[in-house]
């Protein structure tokens, strides 16, 4: 069973362009939804969480935004640029030992 | 910091072969997690561990998967007998105490033929 469901699965925007990631998760126990980052050949890296007594969270070019009532959750890069090329997952995590489930990953391509 | 340790960081065996994924979490960090990455399921949660002790291994795929950390700085995946199914990227990554986030190692790309 998929507990976070990630759409789209690709993508391609223009540079300069507002990049949207959408997630949608089942378990109302998570408290706790990160985004990683992953470029070719590397590990994921954390890029920003949020937690859901929030409904927004940004930083730099990046934003999460938060619907707890619909769970759901976005990243939105603004002013794409193309070394924001890279893979998104998307996550969920509840309390105690952190056990935590990916999205299937988003490829995001910024063309110049 | 060095960062998460693997190695190897690619590995080419044949069917039946045994392989061994090593892995060095940060030092410090309390719990170490195994994933596999593949294009048709995305990265999946093999086994994790707290304090050296697993905590769940649901995600193992069979018993021909094993893993096992014996101390705090060491961690190793095991697969015997290999199969051309197991071929993937697989991460480790680990975890400081009372803190969310993980931290990735550079990841072991397994190729079975």
């Known amino acids: 069973q998929q507990q976070v469901k990630q759409s789209p699965q690709s993508l391609i925007v223009q540079k300069g362009g507002i990049s949207i990631i959408n997630c949608a998760y089942e378990?109302?126990?998570?408290?706790?939804f990160p985004w990683y980052q992953q470029f070719p050949g590397k590990g994921p890296a954390l890029l920003i969480a949020i937690r859901p007594d929030v409904s927004e969270k940004k930083e730099g070019r990046f934003t999460i935004s938060f619907n707890k009532s619909a769970k759901q959750f976005s990243l939105h890069i603004m002013d794409s640029q193309p070394g924001d090329s890279a893979t998104y997952f998307c996550?969920?995590?509840?309390?105690?030992?952190?056990?935590?489930?990916f999205g299937i990953g988003t490829k995001l391509q910024v063309i110049p | 910091d060095a960062g998460v340790i693997q190695s190897p960081r690619h590995e080419v065996t044949e069917m039946g072969q045994e392989v061994t994924l090593r892995c060095k979490p940060i030092s410090g960090h309390n719990s170490l997690f195994w994933y596999r990455q593949t294009m048709m399921r995305g990265l999946e949660l093999l086994i994790y561990?707290?304090?050296?002790?697993?905590?769940?291994d649901s995600g193992m795929p069979e018993d021909r998967f094993s893993a096992k950390m014996p101390n705090a700085s060491f961690s190793t995946l095991k697969i015997q007998p290999s199969e051309p199914r197991d071929s993937a990227v697989y991460f480790c990554?680990?975890?400081?105490?009372?803190?969310?986030?993980?931290?990735f190692g550079p990841g072991t790309r397994l190729t079975v033929t």
């Open positions: 561990f707290n304090n050296n002790v697993p905590i769940d």
């Open positions: 990554a680990s975890r400081p105490q009372d803190r969310d986030e993980q931290y």
């Open positions: 378990n109302t126990a998570f408290d706790y």
């Open positions: 996550a969920a995590n509840s309390g105690g030992y952190q056990k935590v489930t």
